[in-house]
């Protein structure tokens, strides 16, 4: 305790760049650690196994995505209010919690899993929360919430592919693989949470910049809705189909790439094309802080979003008339998906909140729209099942490519619209003072 005492002190005098590089490194490889106790499992397929005329891998999906949307409930009121100092102990304990129950899921015959997996969910949904408090309210704050979304996109194919190779080459029974894939990043997850509670928290000049983030209680959530309710429900109809479709990508990519080829594909497929896609939204997102303008940041983060819809539009497109092959349409689709998604997770909701200098902070914006949003995917996952249960998974990611496509270039029009009608009336002139500084100065 002393050594951490002494550390933390240390850091309180350390350079921005030194800062930003222990908190960043470490938020991403928390979330990395989380993944391995969270989508291990969606490596596995539990073929043959049927309960209530539904896959044995589907209700599990379906089980922890509803733990992980009542976390995001509870979230809404737990990450808005949750002190500081106790954030290292809540993220440790819900972690070991999540491993835990891959345990049971181990040890307990099918169908009995799904009560497991619907635990492992419940503490999962507030770890990203606890960890991007960190990182929020900074001027580099886009720099690092895009390293710690990077983590987003490529861990899940490299727990995948360390689940299969599991699976396919050391011959590990399926319902083991999760609990051992977890027990490789349970000592990197401690190493990590203990490097993020030595940052220090914002200074003066990140608070002038993109005001100062406090703790959200329930008045300053109504608040928040009374004022801002017509765009964040236009984005809360493009995140719930992003939500699902993400999740749908990442718990049944095994299926759908089966689907798409017409045969299983090698284990290395899922990081091959996780890891470039991950790089190329990455150096996308860390642009976005070199624009000093909270107005301009927050426009172009629509752009972005935009770009992304139109991506996953034209791979559906070109497949549909067989103009690109399954590695190409899974490259624009992850790309189109990550593009859209990524920005509320760096930019979107952080520059919101600066632009109009809203009292509160992200944790409320994104637990109350991640908690409609899984329920979305729980939605998805039983259309498939009851209403499309004929179509293969390849079809159905297809068809369901389309539907976002169309309903988000949608409602990101609706969106800027609204928020640049809103800024037009109360944000008339934007005071130098919280304009965000570029890397270059806090170098």
């Not at 949750?82 to 049971?104: D, Q, S």
């Not at 609990?179 to 349970?186: E, L």
Request: with cysteine; proline share 4%; charged share 15%.
């Amino acid at each position: 305790m002393r050594t951490t005492e002494v550390l933390r002190q240390r850091m309180q005098k350390a350079s921005p760049l030194t800062i930003l590089l222990l908190s960043s490194v470490s938020a991403c490889c928390i979330y990395v650690c989380t993944y391995g106790f969270r989508k291990s499992f969606a490596a596995a397929t539990f073929e043959g196994l049927v309960f209530w005329k539904m896959d044995y891998k589907v209700l599990l999906v379906i089980a922890q995505v509803f733990g992980y949307a009542t976390s995001k409930f509870i979230g809404i009121k737990f990450i808005s209010e949750v002190k500081p100092e106790r954030r290292p102990f809540y993220i440790i304990g819900l972690l070991c919690f999540a491993w835990l129950c891959l345990l049971g899921l181990a040890m307990t015959p099918a169908p009995w899993g799904i009560a497991w997996m619907y635990c492992n969910g419940l503490p999962l949904g507030l770890i990203w929360g606890l960890v991007y408090s960190y990182l929020e309210g900074r001027r580099a704050t886009e720099v690092m919430a895009t390293v710690l979304a990077a983590s987003l996109i490529f861990s899940a194919g490299v727990v995948k592919w360390i689940g299969r190779t599991m699976v396919v080459d050391w011959h590990m029974q399926e319902q083991w693989m999760p609990f051992t894939v977890g027990a490789i990043f349970f000592l990197p997850m401690l190493l990590f949470v203990w490097l993020i509670s030595l940052t220090p928290p914002p200074t003066a000049e990140d608070k002038a910049a993109r005001s100062e983030r406090t703790q959200m209680f329930a008045a300053d959530r109504r608040a928040f809705l009374r004022s801002f309710w017509p765009g964040f429900l236009f984005n809360l109809g493009l995140y719930i189909t992003l939500t699902a479709m993400r999740d749908l990508r990442d718990n049944f990519e095994v299926e759908i790439w089966q689907g798409l080829a017409g045969h299983p594909v090698a284990p290395s497929v899922y990081a091959s094309i996780d890891t470039p896609v991950s790089i190329l939204v990455s150096l996308c997102m860390i642009a976005l802080v070199f624009i000093r303008s909270n107005k301009k940041a927050f426009q172009f983060s629509h752009a972005l979003i935009l770009l992304g819809f139109l991506s996953i539009g034209l791979g559906s497109y070109l497949f549909y008339n067989h103009m690109v092959s399954p590695v190409l349409l899974m490259y624009l689709a992850a790309f189109g998906l990550y593009m859209a998604y990524i920005p509320y997770q760096v930019i979107f909701f952080e520059r919101l909140i600066a632009v109009f200098r809203i009292k509160g902070n992200i944790g409320f914006l994104i637990y109350a729209a991640d908690s409609i949003g899984y329920a979305g995917s729980v939605g998805v996952l039983l259309y498939k099942e009851f209403g499309t249960h004929s179509l293969s998974w390849g079809s159905f990611f297809i068809w369901a490519l389309t539907i976002v496509a169309l309903v988000g270039i949608v409602c990101i029009g609706l969106s800027y619209r609204y928020f640049m009608r809103k800024m037009r009336k109360t944000v008339p002139v934007e005071d130098a003072m919280i304009a965000a500084q570029p890397m270059a100065e806090m170098a």
